[in-house]
């Protein structure tokens, strides 16, 4: 599965995220749950984490800047 094929890659709504931060949140500290609940949230975030780098490693590279002639090396700063 290629990043093409991906129909939602949204960080802000992913069920696993809001799963994790839930369960992580109603659990006693210092439990096993507990610790079981962050473990999952790391994983989780991990794996959005992975998901951005991926959309950001795909965006196109920005155009090079002028090196000669005119047009696009001077920029007019009088406003």
């Not at 949140?25 to 975030?45: C, D, E, F, Q, Y």
Request: glycine share 8%; charged share 10%.
């Amino acid at each position: 599965m290629g990043i093409a094929d991906s129909a939602d890659m949204s960080i802000t709504n992913s069920p696993s995220v809001s799963a994790a931060v839930s369960g992580a949140s109603n659990s006693m500290p210092g439990t096993v749950s507990n610790a079981a609940s962050l473990l999952m949230l790391r994983k989780a975030l991990d794996v959005q984490e992975s998901g951005a780098v991926a959309l950001l490693d795909a965006l196109p590279q920005a155009p090079a800047l002028a090196t000669e002639g005119t047009l696009g090396r001077n920029l007019n700063t009088y406003a």
